[in-house]
């Protein structure tokens, strides 16, 4: 049974380190060099909800199989910060999804508006780029818990 959890604890893993990655060093490059800004950008926001789900899904797949190892095994240091960096990661997650990303869209369809009429709005414009620089930096934050938590593997 410890076998199985462990497995998928591992496979919640590799999916967050895969979705990251791929998303970050493949698709959106190759996106960003082949579509035109409009187009890119349609396919993005097509991407960043499922993106985020699969993120969400891991980690409570991960959270569970922790939480069903210490069960068994008694509870550690190294289940306890296992779980600890599942829950940053679901809330990361979650909060790119449900928030950061809706309120990024808006901005950026009121940046585009802006655009076409000949005057952005600096503020709005700076507003934009933090939030795009936060979820980068989430991201990246995902990915950082998502390799800690592949290091924990071995002391589960």
Known sequence: ?????????????GLLIGKVALLSFVVA???ARTLEPE???????QLFPAY????MASALLGLAAVSCLSMLQ????ASLAASLLWLIVLA???YCRSSLTPMSNEMRDRLKQQE?????????????QRLHQR???????VLFCALGLLGFSIRL
């Open 1 to 13: 049974m410890e076998a199985t959890f462990r497995y998928l604890h591992l496979l919640a893993c």
């Open 29 to 31: 490059p190759v996106l």
């Open 39 to 45: 187009s890119f950008g349609k396919v993005v926001r």
């Open 52 to 55: 985020y789900v699969l993120g």
């Open 74 to 77: 008694g509870f550690g240091m």
């Open 92 to 94: 990361g997650e979650g």
């Open 116 to 128: 076409l009429a000949g005057s952005v709005d600096l503020a709005l414009q700076r507003n934009w």
């Open 135 to 141: 979820s980068v930096y989430l991201n990246t934050l």
